[in-house]
């Protein structure tokens, strides 16, 4: 059964930071690329950041300089540090694990962060 478990949401002010975890389990982490993203109230599920299993990176625009996203394969978790977080960063962020971008691959539960102005 695969299982991708996130953890480290909550609330925070504005120019705070958070650092999101996920722990997967059930598939071969070191094969997966690994991704965040996120939904707000209202709107689509948008991309945030990518790990991939050869250690490429891509971040969203909106979290260039801010957000940092890191894999540690030898705990087959992903981890996402959001630094100087706007109101606009509220939302529900989501795990996701996958082989290759033409599979939709594993989401996790969600972990909720909020942003007080």
């Not at 059930?26 to 250690?55: C, H």
């Not at 394969?73 to 082989?99: F, G, H, I």
Request: a positive charge.
């Amino acid at each position: 059964q695969v299982q991708l478990v996130e953890s480290g949401g909550g609330l925070v002010q504005a120019g705070g930071s958070l650092r999101l975890s996920c722990r997967v389990s059930g598939i071969i982490f070191r094969n997966n690329d690994m991704g965040w993203y996120r939904q707000a109230p209202g709107k689509q599920r948008e991309f945030v950041a990518l790990k991939t299993s050869a250690g490429y990176t891509n971040l969203a625009d909106s979290v260039k300089g801010r957000f940092t996203i890191s894999r540690d394969n030898a705990k087959s978790t992903v981890y996402l540090q959001m630094n100087e977080l706007k109101p606009e960063d509220t939302a529900v962020y989501y795990c996701n694990a996958r082989l290759n971008s033409k599979v939709e691959g594993y989401w996790g539960q969600g972990t909720q962060v909020t942003v007080s102005s």
